[in-house]
């Protein structure tokens, strides 16, 4: 619910304006944060419908950026999260909110997700389909579908022991893209935290995390799914997270809770919370086996950097390989667009900031982008690919992962 007292933090200073890559792209003050609070407080005291601010509540890529540059402290992440539900109860009809739902469940079910893509690739269709682009509320269809792996991944185990005395259990978090299409980047994790010492969890039947529903304005869908996790992961020291937004998310639990009987209790497992860039950082690792050299740029996933104030961390293990050279990027902070399935529902928009990432990427003559977020890889790896350049994009851990020969 939209408090007031967080809306009327904002004083209006503009320092949050070139931190917002759709005011960036459009310069419309409506399409900044400031102007998206001030509609936000228009619809809350009921001067103006939520059908009217609607489009500017859609075109926001829920970055958090301008949260970063704020300096009055107003907790954009808590207002953007709030109005798109008020939006989705006041401004949708009931037949546009269950065709969300079903999109929504389809990506964040890992059989669903596969099966989708699958069906999508049968019938040759090499970009996201235009019935799910419309059904979503999108103009057209601007997302080049994946590679396809044989099957959804599972662990081989549930328990990978540390190398060493462990100091500490803990459990891996699964996610639903990452674990459709990234299993390399679990493999890596698995192979880098036992080697950092601690015992590997990997718990049966998780599920979903819920960031994209709540970052969608369904946040009781995602109450539900954060109840399995609280169980799933009952019994370890710390959930680690290899994908941003789910880990933000995740440290946010009490918000979600907040008011309910069921708040000490999210609080409690929001604590526990660590990126597995955290994890490594504290961790006193063992020097790297290879010695590649290697040209990498860092790509600062938002959810990452604004959601969870990591951008240290990545940066300092990837600088422990020695023949590593990290080449800073201008922007590497601003949004590439892709924002969960923003690039679904906002096309455009979301190509002008993927061009702008390109266009960064190019100027540090790396040849590998690292980025810690599945939905910044897959959009950056087509970006780059339809720019004609060689460069890859891998998650830290991966790099890191062969570096220390840690690869199960």
């Not at 990234?182 to 890596?188: K, M, T």
Request: charged share 20%; glycine share 8%; net charge positive.
């Amino acid at each position: 619910m939209l408090d007031k007292r967080d809306l009327q933090k904002c004083i209006h200073c503009g320092l949050c304006l070139q931190a917002c890559p759709t005011y960036v792209s459009t310069g419309q003050e409506a399409e900044s944060p400031r102007g998206r609070i001030y509609l936000m407080r228009q619809a809350h005291e009921g001067r103006i419908e939520w059908s009217q601010a609607r489009p500017h509540i859609d075109a926001c890529m829920g970055c958090l950026g301008c949260q970063t540059a704020c300096p009055s402290g107003v907790p954009y992440a808590k207002l953007i999260e709030a109005a798109r539900a008020e939006v989705e109860t006041h401004a949708r009809t009931p037949l546009q909110r269950f065709a969300r739902r079903q999109a929504i469940k389809n990506f964040t079910t890992p059989s669903r997700l596969r099966l989708m893509l699958r069906l999508a690739r049968t019938v040759g269709m090499h970009r996201s389909p235009r019935w799910l682009a419309k059904m979503l509320g999108a103009a057209d269809a601007a997302v080049r579908l994946p590679a396809l792996p044989a099957r959804v991944w599972q662990p081989t185990q549930t328990v990978y022991p540390a190398q060493g005395t462990p100091k500490a259990r803990v459990g891996l978090l699964l996610g639903c893209a990452m674990q459709v299409l990234f299993d390399r980047v679990h493999r890596a994790t698995i192979g880098m935290l036992t080697l950092a010492g601690y015992e590997v969890h990997v718990p049966r039947n998780q599920g979903c995390c819920g960031a994209l529903w709540v970052h969608n304005g369904y946040p009781r869908e995602a109450q539900r799914n954060a109840r399995a996790l609280f169980k799933a992961f009952r019994e370890v020291d710390y959930i680690a997270v290899n994908a941003a937004g789910c880990g933000s998310t995740m440290k946010e639990y009490g918000l979600l809770f907040q008011g309910t009987p069921e708040q000490s209790v999210a609080e409690s497992f929001a604590r526990r919370v660590r990126d597995v860039h955290e994890l490594l950082y504290e961790a006193n690792l063992p020097e790297p086996k290879r010695d590649d050299s290697l040209s990498i740029t860092y790509h600062d996933a938002c959810h990452l950097v604004h959601g969870q104030g990591i951008r240290l961390q990545p940066r300092a293990l990837l600088q422990r390989l020695q023949g590593v050279k990290l080449i800073e990027m201008d922007g590497a902070e601003m949004c590439s667009g892709s924002a969960g399935i923003y690039n679904l529902l906002q096309p455009m928009l979301a190509r002008d900031a993927l061009q702008r990432k390109v266009q960064n990427v190019r100027n540090t003559g790396a040849t590998i982008v690292a980025s810690a977020n599945p939905g910044c890889t897959l959009w950056l790896r087509q970006g780059l690919q339809e720019a004609g350049l060689p460069v890859e994009v891998l998650h830290p851990v991966e790099i890191l992962a062969k570096a220390y020969d840690a690869m199960p």
